[in-house]
């Protein structure tokens, strides 16, 4: 299984490590946009209630460091 940034499936939490890993070397790289892509992927990917799972503060703050 390739983990793909479109997936709509909801995924696991290592899945969810992977792209704040991933979204985070991309930042230190200076792939700004494709970083911010793939934290809102990991956003993406969380089950509903997205606000209620473990990931979501650390996902909302990768965000938020690209929009403010």
């Not at 892509?37 to 209630?49: S, V």
Request: hydrophobic share 50%; net charge negative.
């Amino acid at each position: 299984y390739t983990l793909s940034l479109h997936d709509a499936r909801p995924i696991s939490s290592d899945q969810v490590e992977q792209l704040m890993a991933a979204g985070e070397a991309l930042a230190e790289a200076g792939e700004h946009a494709q970083a911010l892509t793939t934290f809102n992927a990991a956003w993406k990917a969380l089950d509903e209630p997205k606000e209620e799972q473990d990931w979501a503060v650390n996902v909302l703050a990768a965000i938020a460091d690209f929009r403010f």
